[in-house]
């Protein structure tokens, strides 16, 4: 460094606020430079003395009044609203929290199990309903015969017996 460091350099030196590259660089200055060197021992014994008159100045709250102070706090009860934030604490309140979220996700699947359960007899009696419809179906129970029997005696409604099932869906679904 050819120049001598300003005065706000110099503070920041003091208080360690330059970079690591600009503190090496002021130090390494202040080793050759005997007039910056001054400068900052006027800058260090001026921060010191008025660090030493605020010490100096501070005042002391009078015996009295620190007793009074600290009978005060010994004697308080903790009030209602006290000792409710203290169960909004987080070593208690996310417990708490975490068992209310479980409660309501269990609650609201349990009670609602999804949608209607259809019973596989509904699909078996479907099943053979539409088989029965289909005139040469090997597992259906009408035979060619049956049907020119039927046909014949001019009775169609025994040529088709269909069970009536019964299916009831949820609109909702």
Same mark, same amino acid.
């Given at each position: 460094?050819?120049?001598? +460091?300003?005065?706000?350099? +110099?503070?920041?030196?003091?208080?360690?606020?330059?970079?690591?590259?600009?503190?090496?660089?002021?130090?390494?200055?202040?080793?050759?430079?005997?007039?910056?060197?001054?400068?900052?021992?006027?800058?260090?014994?001026?921060? $010191? @003395?008025?660090?030493?008159?605020?010490?100096?100045?501070?005042? $002391?709250?009078?015996?009295?009044?620190?007793?009074?102070?600290?009978?005060?706090?010994?004697?308080?009860?903790?009030?209602?609203?006290?000792?409710?934030?203290?169960?909004?604490?987080?070593?208690?309140?996310?417990?708490?929290?975490? *068992?209310?979220?479980?409660?309501?996700?269990?609650?609201?699947? @349990?009670?609602?199990?999804?949608?209607? *359960?259809?019973? *596989?007899?509904?699909?078996?009696?479907?099943?053979?309903?539409?088989?029965?419809?289909?005139?040469?179906?090997?597992?259906?129970?009408?035979?060619?015969?049956? @049907?020119?029997?039927? *046909?014949?005696?001019?009775?169609? $409604?025994?040529?088709?017996?269909?069970?009536?099932?019964?299916?009831?869906?949820?609109?909702?679904?």
């Amino acid at each position: 460094m050819t120049q001598h +460091l300003t005065n706000e350099e +110099l503070l920041d030196y003091l208080h360690g606020a330059l970079t690591p590259q600009q503190d090496a660089a002021a130090y390494a200055h202040m080793e050759t430079c005997s007039q910056c060197r001054s400068d900052y021992d006027a800058e260090a014994r001026i921060g $010191e @003395m008025l660090r030493g008159h605020a010490r100096a100045s501070e005042r $002391e709250l009078p015996a009295t009044l620190k007793a009074e102070i600290w009978s005060r706090i010994r004697d308080s009860q903790p009030s209602a609203a006290s000792r409710l934030l203290g169960w909004l604490r987080p070593a208690i309140a996310i417990p708490v929290a975490a *068992a209310i979220a479980l409660a309501a996700y269990f609650g609201t699947t @349990m009670s609602n199990p999804g949608a209607p *359960a259809i019973e *596989a007899a509904y699909y078996l009696q479907d099943h053979a309903a539409l088989n029965s419809t289909i005139p040469f179906n090997d597992h259906g129970s009408l035979t060619p015969v049956d @049907m020119e029997t039927a *046909a014949a005696s001019g009775t169609h $409604e025994t040529a088709v017996n269909v069970q009536a099932a019964s299916y009831t869906a949820d609109a909702n679904q």
